[in-house]
C-alpha cells in the first residue's frame, strides 16, 4: 500500500519568506501526486498536480512543486508568503487498486505566516 | 458552474440516532467520494461511488453507508451515531480516472452529543 509522510504538522514562516512544505511519497510505480489547501471551516482546495508531465508543476497563489523520483519526493514551495497563505496543506497521492483508485492522504502541516 | 455543495452545512445529533448527509457533485462529474476529518486530521476516505455502485471503501464499519443517484449525486447515512463520529463530513467529485483532481464541497460539520 501506498504511504504519503508530511515532515512538520506546523511550519512557521515570516511574511515574504520563502515557504517549503515537504511531502514523501512511497509508491512502487509512478504516482500521480496532488496538493490540496484547507482554509479553517473550508473543504480542500486544489493547488496543484503531478500527472508525469513536467516535473516542475505550477499550481494557483504562485505555488508550485517539484516531482523527484530519485527521493520519492514532491515537495510545495513559494517564492514569497503572504499572510493569505495561512491554511493547512495537504498532500496526497493516487492509489490504484485494480481499475478502482482512491486518495492516500498525507496528515498535513499547518502554514503559520508571522507578521 | 456551480462547484460541489454539500447539504447540511452543521447538524447536530445525539448518541443511536442516524444521519444523512447529501452532496451535489461539480457539473460533469460522474464519481463522488466520501471522506470524515477529525479535527486537527487529515481526511480518511469512507468510499467511492462511481455509476451508482460502491467501487471502493476504506476502514469503516458498516454502519456507514451511501447511494449514488442516476444525476450522480450521493447520500451519507451513518446509524446508531457514536460520539467518534463527530466530524467534518467532506464530499468530492471527480471524473473517473487516478489521475483526475477531485474537487471538494465545503463539508458538513456533524457534532454528536
Known amino acids: 500500500a501506498q504511504s504519503v509522510t508530511q515532515l512538520g504538522s506546523h511550519v512557521s514562516v515570516s511574511e515574504g519568506a520563502l515557504v517549503l512544505l515537504r511531502c514523501n511519497y512511497s509508491s512502487s510505480v509512478p504516482p500521480y501526486l496532488f496538493w490540496y489547501v484547507q482554509y479553517p471551516n473550508q473543504g480542500l482546495q486544489l493547488l496543484l498536480k503531478y500527472t508525469s508531465a513536467a516535473t516542475l508543476v505550477k499550481g494557483i497563489n504562485g505555488f508550485e512543486a517539484e516531482f523527484k523520483k530519485s527521493e520519492t519526493s514532491f515537495h510545495l514551495t513559494k517564492p514569497s508568503a503572504h499572510m493569505s497563505d495561512a491554511a493547512e496543506y495537504f498532500c496526497?497521492?493516487?492509489?490504484?487498486?485494480?481499475?478502482?483508485?482512491?486518495?492516500?492522504w498525507g496528515a498535513g502541516t499547518k502554514l503559520i505566516i508571522k507578521p | 458552474d456551480a462547484g460541489v455543495t454539500q447539504s447540511p452545512t452543521h447538524l447536530i445529533k445525539t448518541r443511536g440516532q442516524q444521519v444523512t448527509l447529501r452532496c451535489s457533485p461539480k457539473?460533469?462529474?460522474?464519481?463522488v467520494s466520501w471522506y470524515q476529518q477529525a479535527l486537527g486530521q487529515g481526511p480518511q476516505f469512507i468510499f467511492q461511488y462511481y455509476e451508482e455502485e460502491e467501487r471502493q471503501r476504506g476502514n469503516f464499519p458498516d454502519r456507514f453507508s451511501g447511494h449514488q443517484f442516476p444525476n450522480y449525486s450521493s447520500e451519507l447515512n451513518v446509524n446508531a451515531l457514536l460520539l467518534g463520529d463527530s466530524a467534518l463530513y467532506l464530499c468530492?467529485?471527480?471524473?473517473?480516472?487516478?489521475?483526475?483532481?477531485?474537487?471538494f464541497g465545503d463539508g458538513t460539520r456533524l457534532s454528536i452529543l
Open positions: 457539473s460533469g462529474h460522474d464519481t
Open positions: 496526497a497521492v493516487s492509489e490504484t487498486r485494480g481499475s478502482n483508485y482512491q486518495l492516500i
Open positions: 468530492a467529485s471527480s471524473l473517473a480516472g487516478n489521475n483526475q483532481p477531485q474537487h
